[in-house]
């Protein structure tokens, strides 16, 4: 039972993450002349851009992180515990999963929100729809100066050139 307790955050990511999936294929259905006549699901790039960033962003990861910050911080009679079951071997308790709790937030940090940190992940920032040319522009120039000292972090051959390249774009008249 302290399973399916430890796992409920990981679990929640894991669905919207396969939420994102479905969008995913049915856009691409969609531009193949594809649908479904009564489905509610939002398959336009803007909206499938926006779910993706919530991914590459962190801001999911963040959630999964507040879930077990939330689970370390509540009492033993919260609802998370299960403190209905009345059979002591069935009855998880902050006790039981302190442990687990701990290795599984760690982990997530490091697997789901720590990549998220990283340069690469953060160009995406400039993919925003709601972004001016401007905005983007100016989001990449701080990056440069963020990352100028990390020589990892600045490759010449991928983020470097990509850099120059979208301030180049983003700061032309012709955009």
Same mark, same amino acid.
């Given at each position: 039972? +302290?399973?399916?307790?430890?796992?409920?955050?990981?679990?929640?990511?894991?669905?919207?993450?396969? #939420?994102?999936?479905?969008? #995913? &294929? #049915?856009? @691409?259905?969609?531009?193949?002349?594809?649908?479904?006549?009564?489905?509610?699901?939002?398959?336009?790039?803007?909206?499938? %851009?926006? %779910?993706?960033?919530?991914?590459?962003?962190?801001?999911?990861?963040?959630?999964?992180?507040?879930?077990? !910050?939330?689970?370390?911080? +509540?009492?033993?009679?919260?609802?998370?515990?299960?403190?209905?079951? +009345?059979?002591?071997?069935?009855?998880?308790? /902050?006790?039981?999963?302190? =442990?687990?709790?701990?290795?599984?937030?760690?982990?997530?940090? =490091? =697997?789901? @929100?720590? *990549?998220?940190?990283?340069? *690469?992940?953060?160009?995406?920032?400039?993919?925003?729809?709601? =972004?001016?040319?401007?905005?983007?522009?100016?989001?990449?120039? &701080?990056?440069?100066?963020? /990352?100028?000292?990390? @020589? %990892? !972090?600045?490759?010449?051959?991928?983020?470097?050139? #990509?850099?120059?390249?979208?301030?180049?774009?983003?700061?032309?008249?012709?955009?």
């Amino acid at each position: 039972m +302290s399973a399916l307790v430890v796992a409920r955050p990981l679990t929640q990511y894991t669905d919207e993450l396969s #939420r994102v999936e479905s969008v #995913r &294929h #049915r856009f @691409h259905f969609r531009l193949r002349g594809l649908s479904l006549p009564d489905s509610k699901c939002p398959a336009n790039a803007s909206d499938l %851009l926006l %779910l993706n960033l919530e991914f590459t962003s962190g801001s999911r990861s963040q959630e999964v992180l507040k879930a077990y !910050c939330d689970m370390l911080q +509540s009492p033993p009679t919260d609802d998370c515990w299960f403190p209905w079951l +009345s059979d002591n071997e069935s009855r998880v308790s /902050y006790v039981t999963c302190i =442990r687990q709790l701990t290795v599984a937030m760690c982990d997530s940090w =490091r =697997r789901l @929100h720590l *990549p998220t940190r990283y340069l *690469p992940l953060k160009l995406f920032y400039i993919a925003a729809p709601d =972004r001016t040319p401007t905005q983007a522009a100016d989001f990449l120039e &701080h990056i440069k100066c963020q /990352y100028r000292s990390c @020589h %990892l !972090c600045m490759d010449a051959p991928f983020t470097k050139a #990509r850099i120059a390249f979208f301030v180049r774009f983003f700061r032309s008249s012709s955009y």
